[in-house]
T-cell receptor, first 115, second 110 residues
Framework: AQTVTQSQPEMSVQEAETVTLSCTYD???????LFWYKQPPSRQMILVIR??????QNATENRFSVNFQKAAKSFSLKISDSQLGDTAMYFC????????????FGAGTILRVKS | KAGVTQTPRYLIKTRGQQVTLSCSPI?????VSWYQQTPGQGLQFLFE???????NKGNFPGRFSGRQFSNSRSEMNVSTLELGDSALYLC?????????FGSGTRLTVV
């Protein structure tokens, strides 16, 4: 079964500090993509960062970076210099290439950035 | 460029009725996927359409159906609505593995 586990239902961080959101996943496939999505109160899911499983180098996008540990099936998201606008629900997800465009999501982590 | 447009934004229906939701993808995107989001079950994949054909289907009852038109616009239909169908329904269009989501349709069944 393909599953994604986000073990932190809620997290808080002070503005300008760094926070790490955890994600583990389970699949027997070898060729897949991993994603972090952000869903603010506006409801629209926004892609934060993605990682291709065959790439060993961790992806980065400005203040967002991941720690991808393929053997451990772990894919954590680090947000540096947290901003109030980062307050949102964050979802970890993966997509297996052979299965087409189907995302499997975790339950999400609510992140609150405090001033 | 225009994003993914879902209509309507909000909908209230009575149990037993049927409902149709619409999704207009980004121009040039031929794949459209639908997801149901509820507090209890989270985000669950409903189905994916590509070039008017259903390419992938999630584990939902036959009351949930969809279609895609030649202009890539997609509709999903839920018949014989149940209270448990109350959810946010998200549509996403994609070019390869990169999704762009719409803002969703909030369906409330009373």
């Amino acid at each position: 079964a393909q599953t994604v586990t986000q073990s932190q239902p809620e997290m808080s961080v002070q503005e300008a500090e760094t926070v790490t959101l955890s994600c583990t996943y389970d699949t027997s496939e070898n060729n897949y993509y991993l994603f972090w999505y952000k869903q603010p109160p506006s409801r629209q899911m926004i892609l934060v960062i993605r990682q291709e499983a065959y790439k060993q180098q961790n992806a980065t996008e400005n203040r967002f970076s991941v720690n991808f540990q393929k053997a451990a099936k772990s894919f954590s998201l680090k947000i540096s210099d947290s901003q109030l606008g980062d307050t949102a629900m964050y979802f970890c997800a993966f997509m297996i290439r052979e299965y087409g465009n189907k995302l499997v999501f975790g339950a999400g982590t609510i992140l609150r950035v405090k001033s | 460029k225009a994003g993914v447009t879902q209509t309507p934004r909000y909908l209230i229906k009575t149990r037993g009725q049927q409902v149709t939701l619409s999704c207009s993808p980004i121009s040039g995107h031929r794949s459209v996927s639908w997801y149901q989001q509820t507090p209890g079950q989270g985000l669950q994949f409903l189905f994916e359409y590509f070039s008017e054909t259903q390419r992938n289907k999630g584990n939902f009852p036959g009351r949930f159906s969809g279609r895609q038109f030649s202009n890539s616009r997609s509709e999903m239909n839920v018949s014989t609505l149940e209270l448990g169908d109350s959810a946010l329904y998200l549509c996403a269009s994609s070019l390869g593995p990169l999704y762009t989501f719409g803002s969703g349709t909030r369906l409330t069944v009373v």
